[in-house]
């Protein structure tokens, strides 16, 4: 059992006291000191901070936040299910490597060669057309693969279908559990506001003594460790923060002043920041508040209690649930009725349940409403809808200028018999040119260079250049996918979330959609042509050049042969440097990172820039969540078209798995405790890439040139064989296996989250009367794990100890007092305080 130790709190001389220490010369052993307290440390025998082992089990990662867990529990799990599924999907190449169906095409890869496309292609007994025999013998035996590959694609579409609901059933288990196991701020804690004729009015404004409130509830039978308040600062909050920060750096600049290589003007340039933020400042002050205040003079808006146990917690819910109007559903329905000993100062309590982690709170976004955080978030969500059409239109045109082929290319056997053959029939240059070019470009690249070098000299560089064309667009897609992702990240902030894991998962959503789009769509698009319709011409019509640059670009019929043959090969590069990149360039560039930032730390002349370069950067968890993401969306959307994406897609998530953790133990700094929305978000997700496999796989399985659905589907045309039946329900019925398990699928998700979770809140909310059991004897109390805690994470919801806010009190309550009573607190540490 941890020791038990009183729950300290700073007073403002304390902090103050703190930031003076910070902005002092530097000093090696101080900044050890913080780099033990903010790295990603488990603690030993001894109490001392000590870096994990990279075999450290994931259980471990329970201790940093449920959130953090859950992101790795479920990376694991995830490669798990895609080794099964690749074993499967490796059966499936294995089988469409035996066909001949891309022959005609040259310079394949390896994922086209293994594609549904190379599935065995009609045979003529002629020679010179197809006869009913022919197409009877093809449709037989496209039936028989038709049918082996199905169920392949069925099997592992129903292994990642029942994890996807198996690992929702056990994760909802964890964060449920996780509450009342996990020793977190959170789960001993929820939040209070105040609850006057059905409408939340929030603390009243006067209320400035939090143990009222403790008081209050310790009357009426259960132990509070503490109560703390947060303010309604008038959107002055984050004025207040840069404030105290520009003081900060300007202090900072007088102690280098002392060195030579002091620039003067980097201290203008704060101070003139510093005049503009407090004028804003004033100006808000003047109009909406009236008056400067003091941190603690500012209106309250909701306290946090931190319960003794956990359990005292859940029965005073579960108490205070039972004897008061709750809401008003509960009042119609449950003719609920409010007992005088549960009001507070005439009023009924809003209890908030479950509350963040303190490092987990955004202070200066709880003042904003409901109504209007949903107002930031419809611009938002406008200003990335128009981010990624500009971004669109970027990786369109990028993909339009990579061309497969400089030429259209009609589809024969370019043997250099056949094509000195064509060329002296030619009738033109230009023709003849066009046949020595589709020649060259229909040779290996080992057979060009080795053996037709000479014969197609300006093809070799033309050709060169169009492949190293397509890497380079790749990159630049990459690229653009970077530099949206910054934007997005900045955009976000407008939308003001209360909590860090609330924004993550906001950024998260963003983030994904804009990288599946551009991974994974584009390519798509840019060559779609269904049933006649090509939408990358449509959509390039408002830009005259991209539209005319496509006049002769090849537009294969949706997923026929020609599509793997053209748009495989100008996808493959395009998916395998974006989902592989990430992390290479991460694990790659952190021994760089690192030498660079312990350089720079050897330079730093104020204590506050050697504990900054002491520790690694933030473990950006929305960014990593949103890769991991993209990465199941995109192999299970064409899985079925190139099953060899699924090892491929295998092997990425152990890289990242890999990756992840070994920086997160030996780089990162240690991420604030992250709850379950991230995680919430991601399997809200989730379904729509199972919904868009197997409709993707309904339509591959159901083209007619490969799978057709009778022995009539196609015809005879002089030597061409002509489509007699295909239509949507056509290529459903193709698939019939497929579109049941996804009729399933789609119905579990309906009776899952209109049916089920509806019910169970409407049960829980009238019927729970379960008794809560609590052992008190064996159940530890706050003060005794303290300790264990606060070596993990903030500990408590006073604003004065949070990292991020530490300047707080000192930037308000410093302009309200003289210089004598600024430095009389600042030296005096009142004892009952320490």
Known sequence: MSKIVPLPIKSSAIVIKEQEDDIRPSDPVKANQYMLQNMFFKQDETGHPTPYEFTVGLDEFKKHGLGLYLYFKFLEYTIYVFLIMSIIASIVCYFNSTGNGLDAWKNLNLLQKLSVGNQEKIKSSTGTEYTTSDISDFYNNSQTWLSTLTWMDFSYTLIFILF???????????????????????????GVSIQQQQQIKGLREDERDPGKLKGFIEDLGFKVKEVKFAKNYSNTLLLHKQEAELKILIKGEDIKAQFPDCDPAVKQKYMKQLQEIQVERETIIKNIIGKRLRHDEYPTLMAFVIFERIGDKNLFIKEYKANTNYSVFQTFCCGKKVDDKYLFRGNVLKIIPQVDNPSNINWENLEVSSSNRFLRQILVGFGVFCLMIITFFIVFAINVVSKYSPEDCEIRDYTYENTQKWISEATTSSDKTQIQQCFCMNLSLTTLYADYFNYCTDIVYQYTGIQALQIVSAFVILIVNSLLQLLIKSIVIFERYQSLSKKLSGTLTKLFISLFVN?????????????????????????PPLQSAQQKEVFPSDFNREWYAVVGAAYVNTWIINIFSPYFVDFVLYPIRNWFRKREALTAKIQRDLNRLSVGPEFNLDLYYANLLNTIFVTLFYSSLIPLMLPLGFFALVMHFLVQKFLLLKYYRKPPSYDEALHDSVFTLLPYSIILHILVAIWTYGHPYIFPSSSDALVENGGLLDVSKDSIWIRISNSSQLSILGVLFVIILVIKYFLINPLSYLVKLCFDSEAVVVDFAQEETYDQIYDQISSIQLATYEIRENENYKDLVYSLDSDQRSPTQRKSEEERVPLQDI
């Open 164 to 190: 996807y609901l198996a690992f929702s059933y056990w994760s909802n288990k964890e964060i449920k559990e996780s509450m009342v196991k996990e020793k977190v701020p959170a789960n001993f804690s929820l």
């Open 519 to 543: 991974t994974a769509l584009i390519t798509l698009i840019l060559k779609a042509n269904i049933y006649g319709f090509k939408l990358s011409y449509y959509l390039s019509s408002p830009i």
